[in-house]
Structures are given as structure tokens and as C-alpha cells.
């Protein structure tokens, strides 16, 4: 039986052994801290505040006023130099086929013709070209050129209601350079004005319109 002994003395010694190796393993969560490497430096990022997108740009406001030949548009201009708006005022010019005009028949001769435009000048029309080429209209005398016959007899009545009588109205298709006048950012007194001035000016049209459409 002493083997019996001995076994048991070797068992027991293997499970104290074995208690003395459990007792004193480390725990597994002791191994935590070596990996949470300077923890104390480490914070947490708030989200980044969010930036507001910029309002989209009202689009510009415009007045469109034409459009007018080159006799018209001398005395446009004069009556907008009182407004004094500056460089607000573009000039768009376009190329386009004017259907009518008012005019004074040919006068038969350069002195007539010479005579007739004095004449107009003391009626304070100063607005006319002397058409001196050879042809069909030699020493007539040009008082405008309109896209369309509303605006030339509307033309033709504030000449004679000037005294202006031997005028008069026709048709003749013609290409001619026409500008429209193209005034940005007008405030509500300067577009009240500007409407008034466009009814000294007949067949001229103006509307509103987003500056650049």
C-alpha cells in the first residue's frame, strides 16, 4: 500500500501545484492598460460645425428701352443725362430691317433742300439727315426710319403738332443700325421717370427684364 501513498502525496503536491499557478495568472483583463497607450491624451473630436452655403444672388433687375436709329438716339441720351446714371446705361446695338420712315419729299435742289432744313431747325427739330446720294430721293430729307408704322405716325403727329407740315410717312424697307438701351438697377423714382421720358419718344418700347437674360 505504500504506493497508494505515495500517489496521493504526488497528487496532492499537483494540485497545490496547480492552485499556486491559477492563484497568481494574471487577470485578462490586466493586459488592457498596456494597449490604451497615452489614454490620457486622448479626446474625442466634436463634429465639424457646419457652414452655412451662401445665399444665391438675386438676379439684377433692368430696364430694356429701344430700340432707336441714330437720329433718336442723340436726343435719348440727352434726356437721360438729367437722370445721371452713369455707366448703368450699356448700348446694345443690332443690325435690323426698317420698314418705315418719315421724311420730306425731295426738294428739287441742294439750295431747297438747304432752305427746308432751316426751315426745321427754327421749328426746334434738329433730328434729320440731308440725303444728297443720286437717285430716286436725292435732296429729301430723312426725319427718321421706324421698325414699325405705329411708331412712325406717332412721330409724324409730334412733328406737325411742332408745325412741321410738309412731312410725311412711307414705306421703305431699309437695313439700318438700331440701339437698345440696356439702364441696370434702377431704384423705383428713377424707373417712374424713365417710363414718363419713353412717352416722349413714340414706337419706343421699354420692359423689365433680368440684367444678362
Not at 440725303?131 to 406717332?154: D, K, N, P, V
Amino acid at each position: 500500500m505504500k504506493w497508494v501513498f505515495i500517489l496521493l502525496v504526488m497528487v496532492n503536491i499537483a494540485l497545490g501545484v496547480y492552485g499556486y499557478v491559477q492563484n497568481n495568472r494574471p487577470h485578462p483583463d490586466a493586459n488592457i492598460p498596456e494597449f490604451q497607450m497615452n489614454a490620457d491624451k486622448v479626446r474625442i473630436l466634436a463634429e465639424p460645425p457646419t457652414v452655412p452655403k451662401p445665399a444665391p444672388e438675386e438676379p439684377t433687375a433692368c430696364l430694356e428701352w429701344g430700340s432707336f436709329g441714330a437720329l433718336e438716339l442723340r436726343r435719348v441720351r440727352e434726356a437721360l443725362s438729367s437722370l445721371q446714371l452713369g455707366d448703368r446705361v450699356v448700348a446694345r446695338e443690332e443690325e435690323v430691317t426698317a420698314n418705315w420712315w418719315v421724311y420730306m419729299p425731295p426738294q428739287g435742289s441742294r439750295a431747297a433742300m438747304e432752305r427746308k432744313a432751316n426751315e426745321l431747325v427754327e421749328l426746334e427739330v434738329t433730328d434729320f439727315i440731308r440725303l444728297r446720294e443720286e437717285g430716286r430721293w436725292q435732296y429729301a430729307i430723312s426725319l427718321g426710319t421706324f421698325r414699325e408704322e405705329r411708331g412712325a405716325r406717332e412721330y409724324l403727329a409730334q412733328l406737325r403738332s411742332k408745325g412741321v407740315r410738309s412731312a410725311d410717312l412711307g414705306k421703305r424697307e431699309q437695313q439700318v443700325m438700331q440701339t437698345t438701351l440696356v439702364i441696370s438697377s434702377p431704384t423705383p423714382t428713377e424707373s417712374t421717370r424713365l417710363v414718363e421720358l419713353a412717352t416722349r419718344f413714340p414706337g419706343s418700347e421699354m420692359r423689365a427684364t433680368q440684367c444678362g437674360g
